[in-house]
């Protein structure tokens, strides 16, 4: 097969000395419900070889297992009005410069840590150190994608949440499916590699080192998996 990449990434990523190729999958847009195994099957499958990895955003499958919050179940307070104004607004997605986002923290975490992280955020950017908010308030609020819509109109109403047991549903996938897979979350300013699957082998440094260039891309590609394969 020809491995192709997204748009402005490129095929080929060596990490540790190994080269390895990428090949940006093509799905259709993937809505809350649906079953990521039949994904897996359909769009996966037919490329897959032994010893290949498979590299999955965790948006799709946080859809997939409807961890969705909307816009209409969040009532927006005082607080997350007044601390949204003091906070940061990243380019990669709604941050808790935005009230609704602030709001989540609030409802998920509660006021007092919310409270707490905002002060000791503060303060430490006084210093040059940067998200130390989301270092307290935990990887559940900085995880939430969603509630803006400059990327997919989709996403205007809705926040998605992480995964839930993300390792535990890479092992699901190559118990079903034969597949070595990994859950990231991944943009063009940061990744994370969120679990993968047991029978893999490489350091999660490497893992991480396999996306680090977000090789999903950022825009519209519809590409949220990437087949990666050891260059011979």
């Not at 919310?114 to 989301?134: D, I, M």
Request: hydrophobic share 35%.
């Amino acid at each position: 097969m020809e491995f192709v990449a997204s748009e402005g990434k490129n095929v080929d990523i060596t990490v540790n000395g190994v080269t390895y190729m990428r090949h940006a999958i093509k799905t259709h847009f993937v809505k809350q419900g649906e079953d990521y195994i039949e994904i897996f099957r359909k769009y996966v499958q037919p490329l897959y070889e032994e010893g290949d990895i498979v590299s999955s955003s965790e948006k799709i499958i946080a859809l997939c297992q409807g961890r969705v919050v909307k816009r209409e179940e969040l009532k927006i307070g005082f607080w997350a009005k007044f601390l949204s104004k003091f906070a940061s607004h990243p380019d990669t997605g709604v941050g808790v410069g935005e009230t609704i986002k602030m709001q989540y923290a609030i409802t998920k975490v509660g006021l007092p840590r919310v409270l707490w992280a905002s002060l000791a955020g503060g303060v430490c950017k006084l210093f040059g150190k940067k998200g130390v908010f989301y270092e307290i308030v935990g990887s559940e609020v900085a995880g939430l994608d969603g509630f803006y819509d400059h990327v997919w109109s989709e996403y205007r109403d809705i926040g998605i949440e992480n995964p839930a047991n993300p390792s535990g549903v890479c092992d699901e996938i190559k118990e079903k499916l034969g597949m070595s897979c990994m859950i990231v979350d991944a943009n063009d300013l940061g990744q994370e590699v969120l679990g993968y699957s047991s029978d893999i082998k490489l350091s999660e440094e490497e893992l991480h080192g396999l996306i680090a260039d977000n090789p999903c891309g950022q825009g519209q590609e519809t590409t949220p998996i990437v087949l990666i394969r050891r260059k011979k």
